[in-house]
């Protein structure tokens, strides 16, 4: 009985310990998330960010330790994920504008009908450039 007070008061003498750690890092974590999520973000990085906030909260308000260290590594990993969420979604934007943007190149390039001239209409002096001169073929 004695051994597994002694085992019991050392687990909660740890947890309080590694809960200040845990706590920092569950705030930056969040904070690194909140600025994922302010340059766009999708529902489901969103929801993440509230759960990481709500368990954040329920570590601070808990009496005990170690209940509060699993809440404030839940936040950590609930945080994490919000913040891949958020660059998963960025990454996809930026995948839509830059094939956006190609398409738009793309429709240029069929759209020229010099043959191949405006090329050598811009080098010539006083040629008038076509707006579709870059495109050219």
Known sequence: ???????????????????????VSAQSQLAAARA?????GSAGARARLAEAEEELAL????????????????????????????????????????????????????ACTCAGTCAARVRGAGARRSRYAPFCR
Request: charged share 25%.
């Open 59 to 110: 570590a601070e308000r808990s009496t005990d330790p170690v209940e509060a260290l699993d809440a404030a590594r839940r936040a950590i990993t609930h945080a994490r994920d919000a913040e891949v969420l958020a660059q998963i979604w960025r990454e996809r934007a930026l995948g839509a504008v830059v094939h956006t943007t190609l398409g738009q190149i793309w429709a240029a390039r069929r």
């Open 36 to 40: 994922a999520l302010g340059r766009g």
């Open 1 to 23: 009985a004695l051994a597994a007070s002694r085992t019991q008061a050392q687990r909660l003498a740890h947890a309080r310990e590694a809960y200040a750690g845990a706590r």
